[in-house]
């Protein structure tokens, strides 16, 4: 819980990445706040399933898959034609909450834009209702401030491109309570046009160069910094349990 007028506190929350290192940062944020909170370690069910349930692939580099929440169709026309230039595949995934957002406002399409691409036999859209593992697996995941940034990585093992050009809503260049949102673990960054021109190229040949070992370092990272991996939900109905118990 926190006021919901604290603005500044708000916007930490929503730029915080999930699991250990967001642990302190939270603690930092309520205790600032005077709040008394504690944070549990539960870890992630979705994770788990996730990881239970799909078999571990080799990173394969089958296209690019842009999946951006806060930067605008407009602003990534320049790095899609790029790429389709390079004879690269291109599938684009409208984010969830940009759609249900200019549905409830009645903007019209906010893709418009990108439509100059549909001629391109290595442009497609993606409307599929869930964002399936594979296609993740298949793709280098271009996005900025959506949860994909660390779900991705973590699930399927391979490091995302975060696009975003600093804005005062986003900076990828600027920490919130003393944690960045970037993790150089998960994650190559571009903020502008011609950094994302040499991190994307960069990324492909390092995952046909040294994709396993990638991989492989991935794997340990997770290992070690998502609590409670791979028995989560257990871990949760025994703290729901407790927690009965003592009422």
């Known amino acids: 819980y926190y006021h919901p007028q604290d603005r500044e506190a708000l916007e930490a929350l929503k730029q915080i990445p999930g699991f250990s290192a967001a642990l302190k940062a939270f603690m930092k944020i309520f ?4 709040l008394e909170i504690e944070v549990c370690k539960s870890g992630s069910p979705r994770l788990d399933y996730k990881i239970q349930t799909k078999k571990m692939h080799q990173s394969l580099i089958e296209q690019y898959l842009f999946i951006p929440r806060l930067m605008k169709a407009e ?63 298949e793709s280098i995941v271009v996005t900025d401030n959506s949860s994909v940034s660390y779900s991705t990585p973590l699930s399927v093992c391979k490091p995302v491109i975060l696009y975003a050009f600093p804005k005062k809503e986003f900076d990828l260049r600027k920490k919130n309570f003393g944690v960045s949102f970037f993790n150089p673990i998960l994650h190559r960054v571009a903020l502008d046009l011609e950094g994302f021109k040499q991190e ?4 492909e040949e390092d995952l046909k160069n ?26 949760l109905a025994n703290f729901l349990e407790k927690l009965l118990k003592k009422d």
């Open 75 to 137: 602003e990534l026309k320049g790095a899609i034609s790029f790429l389709l230039q390079k004879g690269k595949k291109v599938i684009f995934r409208p984010h969830p909450a940009l759609k249900n957002y200019t549905k409830y406002m009645k903007n019209g399409n906010p893709y418009n834009v990108l439509e100059e691409f549909r001629n391109n036999p290595n442009f497609s859209f993606d409307f599929s209702s869930t964002l399936s593992y594979e296609l993740l697996v």
């Open 31 to 34: 205790n600032e706040l005077e």
């Open 200 to 203: 994307v190229l960069k990324l």
């Open 210 to 235: 040294s994709g396993n070992q990638i991989l492989e370092e991935l794997k340990q990272y997770r290992n070690s910094q998502v609590y409670n991996l791979g028995y989560s939900s257990k871990w």
